[in-house]
């Protein structure tokens, strides 16, 4: 795994030269596989990285441990034919967040166990984020506590890595993190992390880890999680404007070897994802979107098959998604307001895209197989394909292949983020 992509972002940008990574936040297969196959056409590295809910040492929502997730996605590499250098594994929002609802030394326990479980695993960026309050904690903890406990996180995985005799990880730290899969509400703007706020962040986090005998791990912190005036709720999305970024922008020269990793920046523009690289948030995560774009692939598919397939029925992908989320509504319940209507279409088209907590369940599962089954050979009349997957090439095979489709949407917007990443002027 060659991390050099990583590694040398803020060289790049001194030098005149800024490029960008993609960092690829999902654990649905099928996203997976859009990931490598895109990693591999384009000889670009990419992250791909797991979140603490997603996967941990208790399985996460996914049921997947750091050695789970790993194992899948070298086996698509593997059956992907992709070079192992194309792909670096990162642990994304590393902390007590899937706890908090535990006394913070209980949560902290819980997090450092898991950051070992991500090192051991070949995770090489890891995310240290432990900056929300834990039971009768304020909501939103101070740098100088956020970064005791990151520097306690980091200890944990030098020791894991010397352990399993495995290379150091690389950090990424901040205390300004956007919540996880977007806002829950209308947002107009979003104020950029103020330059001296940033600055403040980086110096006690030095601090503490010198102190506390970290010195070397602190060295390889790459890059500081801020907000550059990006993100996205339910329904709509706050882009980038680099005039109110700008005073941000400029405070990334005062931090040597740092560069600035920008969160939520799902759905923007190419041209806004660009001018993000050029002003040295060059490392860009998305994660919402890559699932969003399935899920509308998918239930296109659904519809084609409902059509072209008496025995297939009335859309059954959406009735089962439709039945799993009001059984299980843990996910989206606190995230979804309005009328009944409001809230039904939030479930399953919301840009936050809570609907992608139940793709793993069994029965979606079997539906999405079902899906896939009714479809994959088949002739489908290109004004039905034109009618549901509109601007796909219509002259392609007859044959047609349902995985294909929703792979080539994710790449949709995988193809956005690659060029943005390593484009030199804004188009």
Not at 35 to 57: F, M, P, R
Request: hydrophobic share 40%; proline share 7%; glycine share 6%.
């Amino acid at each position: 795994m060659n991390v050099t992509a990583l590694t040398d972002l803020a060289k790049e940008h001194r030098s005149g030269n800024p490029h960008g990574i993609v960092s690829v936040c999902s654990a649905h297969p099928l996203v997976l596989r859009a990931a490598v196959q895109h990693a591999k056409d384009t000889e670009a590295t990419l992250l791909i990285e797991a979140t603490c809910n997603q996967v941990n040492h208790q399985g996460g929502y996914t049921g997947l441990t750091p050695m789970d997730f790993a194992g899948q996605v070298a086996a698509i590499m593997a059956d992907e034919a992709c070079p192992p250098d194309r792909v670096i594994l990162g642990g994304d929002h590393l902390g007590p967040n899937p706890w908090r609802h535990l006394a913070a030394a209980e949560a902290m326990q819980n997090a450092c166990d898991m950051v070992e479980a991500y090192v051991a695993a070949g995770f090489r960026k890891i995310h240290l984020d432990a900056s929300m309050g834990c039971a009768s904690e304020p909501q939103a903890l101070n740098d100088t506590v956020t970064a005791a406990r990151a520097a306690k996180l980091a200890d944990h995985a030098e020791r894991a890595a010397a352990r399993a005799n495995l290379p150091p990880p690389y950090y990424v730290i901040g205390t300004e993190v956007p919540p996880p899969g977007g806002a829950d509400h209308v947002l107009d703007t979003v104020k950029p992390t103020q330059p001296e706020a940033g600055k403040q962040t980086l110096t006690i986090h030095r601090t503490v880890f010198e102190a506390a005998g970290l010195k070397t791990a602190f060295s390889r912190v790459i890059a500081l999680v801020v907000q550059p005036g990006v993100e996205f709720g339910n329904e709509n999305v706050v882009f980038y404007d680099p005039k109110a970024a700008r005073g941000l922008s400029s405070s990334v020269w005062d931090m040597p070897d740092i560069v600035f990793e920008a969160h939520s920046t799902d759905y923007q523009s190419e041209t806004a994802l660009t001018q993000l690289v050029r002003d040295g948030y060059a490392v860009l995560k998305v994660g919402p979107e890559l699932t969003f774009a399935m899920r509308e692939a998918l239930y296109a598919l659904d519809l084609i098959a409902s059509e072209v397939s008496p025995s297939y029925g009335a859309r059954p992908l959406f009735q089962t998604m439709e039945q799993e989320m009001l059984s299980d509504p843990q996910h989206w319940e606190r995230h979804c307001n309005g009328t009944q209507t409001e809230v039904r279409l939030m479930r399953h088209y919301s840009l936050s895209d809570r609907i992608r907590y139940y793709w793993n369940t069994p029965k979606a599962l079997q539906a999405v197989d079902q899906l896939f089954d009714t479809l994959d050979g088949s002739a489908i009349p290109a004004p039905v394909l034109q009618q549901f997957l509109s601007g796909r090439d219509t002259s392609s095979p007859q044959a047609f292949d349902p995985k294909h489709e929703v792979i080539n949407r994710i790449r949709q917007v995988l193809r956005r983020y690659s060029a943005a990443a390593t484009r030199e002027t804004p188009t």
